[in-house]
């Protein structure tokens, strides 16, 4: 009915009649589309973002490190106050990469503005331009200490594999299939 009453006055001539309708029309169907939200519960009003903040309080200096997940993870942790040595690079992090390519070999693939995501590998370190805005580390738990990584968000148990580096890994808290992991280093 209403497209019948839209073709009827936009073959009449009726432009303002027809523009009231049509804008009628969409307040009322996206009137229940997306409901507004006030403030930032949907990043802190979780038992993870609660731990992060409690964690990055504590421990402002603190690196930590979301592996196995999307790009975005990261930044979550870095909106709930953690440091985060894969949110979002602005600028390229000359120090993270010099400790991870400490030759230059990824110059290329690091000079930009990135999203990162990780992968913990008994490999060597390896970087990889996924797309023009996405890298992906493939972090060997060897390197972490000298990253300065003391936290790690993740879906995995590494623990197994950290311990075959000397790290020991212990469970803080986890929501949602990801957990919340301190490493300690040996001496």
Not at 87 to 106: C, H, M, S, V
Not at 114 to 135: F, H, K, R, Y
Not at 161 to 169: A, K, N, T, V, W
Request: include cysteine; glycine fraction near 6%; charge should be negative.
């Amino acid at each position: 009915m209403s497209i019948v009453l839209i073709l009827y006055l936009a073959f009449f001539c009726r432009q303002k009649l027809l523009s009231a309708v049509l804008i009628v029309t969409m307040v009322f169907s996206g009137f229940t589309v997306n409901p507004i939200e006030r403030g930032i519960g949907a990043i802190t009003n979780h038992p993870v973002s609660l731990a992060v903040s409690q964690i990055a309080e504590k421990e402002p200096e603190e690196y930590w490190l979301c592996t196995d997940s999307v790009f975005i993870l990261p930044n979550y942790l870095l909106a709930n106050g953690a440091k985060v040595l894969n949110a979002t690079n602005f600028y390229p992090d000359t120090e993270k990469w010099r400790i991870l390519d400490p030759t230059g070999q990824y110059t290329e693939v690091t000079n930009r503005y990135a999203n990162e995501t990780a992968e913990l590998t008994e490999s060597e370190n390896n970087i990889e331009l996924v797309l023009p805005d996405l890298i992906k580390l493939y972090l060997n738990p060897g390197s972490l200490k000298s990253l300065g990584v003391h936290y790690l968000l993740t879906p995995f148990d590494h623990s197994e594999l950290l311990s075959r580096y000397g790290i020991s890994c212990s469970f803080v808290t986890g929501q949602d299939g990801y957990g919340i992991y301190r490493l300690d280093y040996p001496d």
